[in-house]
C-alpha cells in the first residue's frame, strides 16, 4: 500500500507528464511508463535498496 501510495504522489508531485495529475487521481490510468518512471526517480533519489522494496510492492 506504502508504495501505491507513493507512485501517487510522485504522479501528482514530480512527473513530468502533463497528465500525471489526473493519473494520480484514478490507478486504472497509471501505465507502464508511469511505474518505470516512477522507479527511476526512486533509485536517484532514495537507497537502492528502498527503490527495490517499492519496485517489489508495486
Known amino acids: 500500500m ?3 501510495a507513493q507512485l501517487g504522489r510522485y504522479l501528482a508531485d514530480h512527473s513530468p507528464d502533463p497528465d500525471a495529475d489526473d493519473v494520480a ?4 490510468e497509471v501505465t507502464k511508463a ?4 516512477f522507479q527511476a526517480w526512486m ?3 532514495r537507497s537502492a535498496a528502498t527503490a527495490l522494496n517499492k ?3 508495486l
Open 2 to 4: 506504502l508504495a501505491a
Open 55 to 57: 519496485h517489489k510492492g
Open 25 to 28: 487521481e484514478d490507478p486504472t
Open 43 to 45: 533509485i536517484e533519489t
Open 34 to 37: 508511469h511505474v518505470e518512471a
